[in-house]
């Protein structure tokens, strides 16, 4: 029995313990985009739908030996290809350089390419394992029952989905847990090889195998006259599990937008949606229609609270909220599903319909709504989907029941039909003011008309996700009035400002260069003078076409009098390329990517920030938009200004006017930078900052986590923070001599 225990369990922790640690190689290359991890769980999906094939086949159509045979030869295959992969790269299960997208064009498909070479085959292999095993041991001992086996599989799944953020990610690089996931892989093959040896000394050389992985022989028996199940209940299967899986991967894309793609928010709602699975297919009176149906409409009603309140409602009420509607509904769909079961000796067939259902869900959010929609509109519908199920349970009427249980019955049903209807029909209700709506592989993007009643405030409005990125206002004499989070008294305000009070105070020619991650509607672009210079980083096609004027909706780039220029692609490894040719050379370069509201982390490690120094000029100053709902970013800033040698400042701004409020944070090599005249005039508040002590974090490459940047309610103070401390005022900057510059190529 150990041997299969251990081998079950070993395999479900590796199998979704690897997981979040592919998710993590490749949000860098794809913007840290939340889309990653979905197209992720398309691929995790389709493998095992492979793999529960493979089982089903193997264990129907196949003697006991040549089982035993097939698979370790498999696992020796896939053993071998590990091995090859880290003498070649170094790391067993790092993409090598080769992978990296040379352009924005088929993510999804470049995507699931890459997840296919670098761990396609041993994944396959683990997939395999649950049902396999489960019947090589009930062939070997049918006196002892396979369902413990379940149980644990189960648990090493829990296991490793909630250690990964909580006690892997922030504290173990990705390289060690790449080699320590494949030390773990080769336990795996030495338990799967002591279960083949037990395999082959006790069942009948000449037994075929079973239809069902879990059933002992006398079960098989006793269903033996079980009829074949139909197209109908085929389908019921298939719908039932496609719904559960569309909410599952809707759930995940709306918490992800609006904080941060990365594990911590992955894995909480797959292990939400495996909770489920383990309840509701565990017994039969764990899953009541009654109070499931109640459940549902609470939590569809608080989702819908949510969804008013927007990003203002705190992180932790979104992750309630939205864990709730997805287990409720989720447990509606798999309660229904087990209702629905077929005899024991269909049940392979059974589960294989299952998985196909989970990857026709993945299919459907990655593939086919986002040519259907131009908003989110999968999850509204997936809740609306759910509550159709609860509906359709609580319609079969009893076979006694008293007139007020049919009331009581007959008025949930009601309760289910309304919130159903009502959800969808709030998301809707912006649908009047967007003028324009987009999606793609980086999130939804619409354009909004408001105030159309006040000519001084008309505008249109960029949103992303739930967030607004930026307005131009529409009446011609405003056009060009600095907005939102880039007024003249902004941190990027004043950090373009002061370069030129300096370069003025030195002789110098007042132009900059300047450097723009992240473009918007191109409102930074108004703070820009006649001889600057600009250049904008933008990976998304869709905002670099309305900020260019598609539409008529916004004009910026082209009312500015700088000179600019845009680069389509990520940020980090567009500058990167142009590194190999020299420094770019900037006079003031700004960070202002969130997707969203949520931070690409990739673009705030260590290894970014020293990328983004070399591009600065010798007394160049680097910006940081740090405004945010959920994360602390001041003392990251800081962790890597002390890192950089850089003195560092924080510039609020408060809600007024045409301004919203905003923090940046400002690095820059010269300390004397923040005592300039311009700190000290408008309605901007300037603090220099420093850490007081060692970090207590810092993001790298290998190793950052988003759960150490989550903080209450406050909303970028730093005087929250007791590792953070003023740092002493300096002196006005008196001009220096000129230094001479090397220019860009």
Not at 363 to 379: G, S, T
């Amino acid at each position: 029995m150990v041997r299969y225990a251990l081998a079950i369990f070993t395999s479900a922790f590796l199998l979704f313990g690897v997981q979040p640690l592919a998710g993590r190689y490749a949000l860098p290359w794809y913007g840290g985009t939340p889309a990653v991890w979905t197209v992720c769980m398309l691929f995790f999906q389709a493998v095992l739908l492979a793999g529960y094939a493979y089982a089903h086949v193997v264990a129907s159509r196949l003697r006991p030996r040549a089982q035993a045979l097939l698979h370790l030869g498999l696992l020796v295959v896939a053993l071998a290809a590990l091995a090859a992969r880290a003498s070649w790269t170094g790391s067993p299960l790092a993409p090598g350089e080769g992978w990296r997208p040379v352009d924005e064009h088929l993510p999804v498909l470049r995507l699931m390419g890459m997840l296919a070479a670098t761990l396609g085959l041993p994944f396959f292999v683990l997939s395999t394992t649950g049902p396999l095993v489960q019947a090589w041991f009930a062939r070997a001992r049918p006196e002892r029952s396979p369902y413990v086996l379940y149980a644990l599989s189960n648990a090493g799944s829990l296991l490793a989905l909630l250690g990964y953020p909580f006690l892997v990610e922030p504290w173990v690089g990705r390289s060690a847990q790449a080699w320590g996931w494949a030390v773990g892989f080769v336990f795996f093959v030495l338990c799967i090889l002591a279960c083949a040896r037990d395999l082959l000394r006790r069942a009948p050389a000449n037994a075929l195998g079973e239809a069902s992985a879990g059933d002992s022989t006398h079960a098989a028996a006793e269903a033996s006259t079980a009829p074949r199940p139909g197209l109908g209940p085929t389908l019921t299967w298939l719908g039932l599990s496609t719904c559960a899986s569309v909410l599952l991967l809707a759930t995940t894309n709306k918490l992800s937008q609006d904080v941060a793609a990365g594990p911590f928010l992955w894995v909480m709602p797959l292990a939400v949606y495996l909770l489920t699975f383990i309840l509701a297919f565990s017994r039969e009176s764990l899953y009541a229609r009654t109070p499931y149906s109640v459940g549902l409409i609470a939590s569809v009603v608080l989702v819908t609270y949510a969804h008013k309140e927007g990003p203002s409602l705190g992180l932790g009420w979104q992750v309630l909220f939205h864990a709730g509607a997805l287990f409720t509904g989720a447990m509606v769909c798999h309660g229904e599903l087990y209702r629905r079961r077929p005899a024991p000796r269909y049940l392979s067939a059974f589960y294989l319909w299952v998985s196909v259902g989970g990857v026709v869900g993945g299919v459907f959010v990655n593939l086919v709504a986002p040519a259907l929609f131009n908003a989110y509109w999968e999850h509204p519908l997936a809740l609306a989907a759910c509550c159709g199920v609860a509906f359709v349970g609580l319609m079969r009427r009893p076979k006694a029941e008293s007139v007020v249980a049919r009331t009581q019955r007959l008025l949930r049903g009601a309760m289910l039909v309304g919130v159903a209807v009502h959800l969808p029909v709030l998301v809707a209700t912006d649908l009047g003011r967007v003028r324009f709506a987009a999606r793609n592989f980086f999130g939804v993007v619409r354009v909004l008309e408001l105030f159309p009643d006040d000519p001084k405030q008309h505008q249109y409005a960029l949103r992303h996700g739930a967030i607004t990125h930026g307005w131009q206002y529409i009446q011609p004499e405003r056009r060009r009035v600095p907005s939102a989070y880039y007024t003249a008294d902004s941190g990027l305000g004043l950090a373009l400002a002061e370069q030129r009070r300096w370069r003025q105070a030195l002789g110098l020619p007042t132009g900059l260069r300047v450097g723009m991650l992240g473009l918007g509607v191109g409102n930074s672009a108004m703070l820009l003078a006649a001889g600057d210079d600009a250049r904008f980083y933008e990976i998304n096609p869709v905002i670099i076409a309305l900020a260019r004027g598609q539409g008529g909706f916004f004009s910026t780039l082209k009312d500015t009098p700088a000179h600019v220029e845009v680069v389509e692609g990520d940020a980090r490894i567009s500058l990167e390329k142009e590194l190999e040719h020299g420094s770019r050379q900037f006079d003031v370069l700004a960070l202002d990517v969130f997707s969203s509201d949520a931070i690409p982390v990739h673009l705030l490690t260590r290894e970014a920030m020293a990328l983004y120094v070399q591009h600065l000029a010798p007394h160049g100053v680097l910006v940081l938009h740090i405004s945010n709902q959920h994360l602390d970013l001041v003392p990251i800033s800081l962790a890597h200004a002390r890192a950089a040698n850089l003195s560092a400042a924080l510039v609020s701004r408060d809600s007024e006017g045409d301004a919203v409020s905003s923090a940046w944070m400002l690095l820059s090599p010269d300390k004397e930078f923040f005592g300039g005249s311009t700190f000290h005039e408008g309605r901007a508040r300037t603090r220099r900052l420093a850490l007081r002590g060692e970090p207590e974090y810092v993001w790298t490459d290998e190793r950052s986590s988003v759960l150490q940047a989550l903080r209450p309610r406050a909303r970028g103070r730093a005087a929250a923070d007791p590792n953070v401390t003023d740092a002493p005022e300096p002196s006005s900057r008196p001009p220096a001599r000129p230094v001479a510059r090397p220019v860009a190529p």
